[in-house]
């Protein structure tokens, strides 16, 4: 793989705590992976392919840590709603409309677009029930060159007819895509997704749990969104403790790379159980506030040392930008300052920037920063529309585009050290 350089301002975190920024700086790509920024290029680089972006941000690519493809195409409606009426009135009847493969074709290429053009990286994503629409989606996403999780969703109760296999069924469909995606992908992974433990019996969620422990699969589900949700499993399991433990004893919290979205109102034995498995939390601000699920102390939980990042939510989300997302984290967290905690600070623009980046990027390994040995995923961003202010740092230009411009285009994109075609 090619050596090169890519020039501009250079925006990332090491760490939560700060934002590291380079003007003018060089960032070296050497076999897919970071080689470091320099201010200069060293000698040991001179000669190699410089891509020089002239007065444009560079920032890592950013990550989302949940949403769902099949909702994309009702984004924005339904925002008056809670949850669970949410999903029997919109959600439910979308999915399963992904019965039709060629409805599937035009939907998910929609997504996917938007998805490959936005400043986005790499994902976790919702499919269906549907295997024949899960493949269209997956084909399409390895086309893309974005690096992706998708999940088959499961669901053998408390769903509609069209939406619910049976348990059996949920568990063969299951077991034979993990094993087909084994050689069918590169940047495409599956991932075993349990749509929520009301949707799943203990029986499927402990055979799927044994799939991804067989297979090596990471999981992905939903987790205390909403309080009416919480009780509701708490009626279906009255033997176990938490919300939680219901994953945990089926083999779904922790025992491979798991992400939960939301945990808005985990218990501090929840918050301890999470930390010590190390579950990934897709905090997703936009649809906790649509949904009016509440407000996720998640100021706590990166002080905690959880390990924490951000997911749009599409279509509880009513947008695919994780720029919007980073501050729809800040302006959550000061409402949580100002109505549950006033000694918690705010979110900053470096939490914001680090969960987007680096926090969720664990997921995949050493990704979300420019440090050395990081996989080199790198958006510019052009900002010139609202750069009208000349004395701005570029940060102060960053956090600008994160406010006044978050639907931004990626003016260059690359992941794992390959140019994506836009």
Same mark, same amino acid.
């Given at each position: =793989?090619?050596?090169?350089? #890519?020039?501009?301002?250079?925006?990332? /975190?090491?760490?939560?705590?700060?934002?590291?920024?380079?003007?003018?700086?060089?960032?070296?790509?050497?076999?897919?992976?970071?080689?470091?920024?320099?201010?200069?290029?060293?000698?040991?680089?001179?000669?190699?392919?410089?891509?020089?972006?002239?007065?444009?941000?560079?920032?890592?690519?950013?990550?989302?840590?949940?949403?769902?493809?099949?909702?994309?195409?009702?984004?924005?409606?339904? =925002?008056?709603?809670?949850?669970?009426?949410?999903?029997?009135?919109?959600?439910?009847?979308?999915?399963?409309? @992904?019965?039709?493969?060629?409805?599937?074709?035009?939907? @998910?290429?929609?997504?996917?677009?938007?998805?490959?053009?936005?400043?986005?990286?790499?994902?976790?994503?919702?499919?269906?029930?549907?295997?024949?629409?899960?493949?269209?989606? =997956?084909?399409?996403?390895?086309?893309?060159?974005? #690096?992706?999780?998708?999940?088959?969703?499961? =669901?053998?109760?408390?769903? +509609?007819?069209?939406?619910?296999? /049976?348990?059996?069924?949920?568990?063969?469909?299951?077991?034979?895509?993990?094993?087909?995606?084994?050689?069918?992908?590169?940047?495409?992974?599956?991932?075993?997704?349990?749509?929520?433990?009301?949707?799943?019996?203990?029986?499927?969620?402990?055979?799927?749990?044994?799939?991804?422990?067989?297979?090596?699969?990471?999981?992905?589900?939903?987790?205390?969104?909403?309080?009416?949700? %919480?009780?509701?499993?708490?009626?279906?399991?009255?033997?176990?403790?938490?919300?939680?433990? #219901?994953?945990?004893?089926?083999?779904?919290?922790?025992?491979?790379?798991? #992400?939960?979205?939301?945990? %808005?109102?985990?218990?501090?034995?929840?918050?301890?159980?999470?930390?010590?498995?190390?579950?990934?939390?897709?905090?997703?601000?936009?649809?906790?506030?649509?949904?009016?699920?509440?407000?996720? +102390?998640?100021?706590?939980?990166?002080?905690?040392?959880?390990?924490?990042?951000?997911? /749009?939510?599409?279509?509880?989300?009513?947008?695919?930008?994780?720029?919007?997302?980073?501050?729809?984290?800040?302006?959550?967290?000061?409402?949580?300052?100002?109505?549950?905690?006033?000694?918690?600070?705010?979110?900053?623009?470096?939490?914001?920037?680090?969960?987007?980046?680096?926090?969720?990027?664990?997921?995949?390994?050493?990704?979300?920063?420019?440090?050395?040995?990081?996989?080199?995923?790198?958006?510019?961003?052009?900002?010139?529309?609202?750069?009208?202010?000349?004395?701005?740092?570029?940060?102060?230009?960053?956090?600008?585009?994160?406010?006044?411009?978050?639907?931004?285009?990626?003016?260059?994109?690359?992941?794992?050290?390959?140019?994506?075609?836009?």
């Amino acid at each position: =793989m090619d050596t090169f350089a #890519v020039k501009g301002h250079v925006i990332y /975190t090491k760490t939560k705590d700060e934002v590291t920024v380079t003007e003018n700086a060089y960032i070296v790509c050497e076999n897919g992976k970071a080689a470091g920024v320099f201010p200069s290029l060293p000698e040991r680089f001179r000669g190699i392919e410089i891509r020089d972006f002239g007065d444009k941000l560079i920032i890592p690519g950013l990550i989302d840590m949940h949403l769902h493809a099949p909702q994309y195409a009702f984004r924005g409606l339904g =925002m008056d709603m809670e949850l669970i009426p949410w999903l029997n009135t919109y959600a439910f009847k979308e999915e399963a409309k @992904y019965a039709d493969t060629g409805y599937a074709q035009k939907k @998910y290429r929609a997504f996917c677009d938007e998805l490959k053009t936005g400043a986005t990286t790499r994902a976790a994503i919702f499919a269906t029930i549907h295997m024949p629409a899960t493949y269209i989606l =997956m084909d399409m996403l390895e086309a893309s060159g974005l #690096v992706t999780y998708v999940g088959k969703v499961n =669901m053998d109760r408390n769903a +509609p007819d069209d939406l619910r296999e /049976t348990t059996h069924e949920s568990y063969e469909s299951t077991l034979a895509w993990v094993k087909d995606c084994a050689s069918r992908y590169v940047n495409t992974k599956p991932i075993i997704t349990p749509r929520f433990v009301p949707s799943c019996t203990g029986e499927l969620m402990r055979s799927i749990g044994g799939i991804a422990e067989q297979y090596g699969v990471p999981v992905q589900s939903h987790l205390s969104e909403n309080a009416g949700e %919480i009780a509701w499993v708490k009626e279906l399991h009255p033997e176990i403790a938490s919300y939680s433990r #219901v994953y945990f004893e089926c083999g779904l919290f922790g025992h491979v790379p798991t #992400v939960m979205a939301h945990c %808005i109102h985990l218990s501090e034995e929840e918050m301890e159980l999470a930390q010590q498995r190390g579950v990934y939390i897709a905090h997703c601000p936009q649809s906790n506030t649509n949904l009016a699920s509440g407000i996720a +102390p998640v100021r706590e939980m990166l002080q905690r040392g959880m390990r924490v990042g951000l997911g /749009t939510d599409v279509a509880g989300g009513f947008s695919a930008s994780v720029l919007r997302a980073m501050g729809d984290a800040i302006q959550a967290s000061k409402l949580y300052t100002a109505l549950a905690d006033r000694s918690r600070p705010p979110v900053t623009l470096s939490e914001a920037l680090y969960m987007a980046t680096k926090g969720g990027g664990g997921f995949w390994g050493k990704t979300g920063s420019f440090e050395p040995g990081y996989e080199f995923d790198a958006v510019v961003l052009d900002d010139s529309d609202i750069n009208d202010a000349a004395e701005l740092t570029p940060l102060q230009r960053f956090e600008r585009v994160v406010y006044l411009s978050p639907e931004i285009r990626a003016d260059a994109k690359f992941v794992k050290g390959v140019r994506i075609k836009l």
